[in-house]
Nanobody
C-alpha cells in the first residue's frame, strides 16, 4: 500500500502563489509518474501537471508558464509551484502517483483546497 500526504493548499489573492507538496510512502518497488489533478465544483477532475520518473513533464494549457511541477526522488515527494494564480484555479487539488509493486498501481491523495479570491 502507498500513503500520500498532501500539504500547501489555502486561500490566496489573485496573482498570488502557493506551493503544494505530496509525500509518498510505502513498501513498493518504485514510484513512477507523479502528478496533480484538480476538481472544481460541478466540473470533472482534470490533469494539471505530471512528471515522469525521468523528469519529463506535462502541463494543462492553462497552467503552462504559471505552474511548475518537480519531484525529489530522495524524499518520494512531488511539488506543484503555482504562481500568478487566478480565481479559475480554485479547486481541490489531488496528488496522483503511479507505483510498481507486484503490478502497476495508482494512488490518490486526500485532496487539498486551493481558493483564489478576486
Amino acid at each position: 500500500q502507498v500513503q500520500l500526504v498532501e500539504s500547501g493548499g489555502g486561500l490566496v489573492q489573485t496573482g498570488g502563489s502557493l506551493r503544494l507538496s505530496c509525500a509518498a510512502s510505502g513498501s513498493i518497488v518504485r514510484f513512477n509518474a507523479m502528478g496533480w489533478y484538480r476538481q472544481a465544483p460541478g466540473k470533472q477532475r482534470e490533469l494539471v501537471a505530471r512528471i515522469t520518473s525521468g523528469g519529463s513533464t506535462y502541463y494543462l494549457d492553462s497552467a503552462k508558464g504559471r505552474f511548475t511541477i518537480s519531484r525529489d526522488n530522495t524524499k518520494n515527494t512531488v511539488y506543484l509551484q503555482m504562481r500568478s494564480l487566478k480565481p479559475e484555479d480554485t479547486a481541490v487539488y489531488y496528488c496522483n502517483v503511479d507505483w510498481l509493486g507486484i503490478a502497476n498501481f495508482a494512488s490518490w491523495g486526500q485532496g487539498t483546497q486551493v481558493t483564489v479570491s478576486s
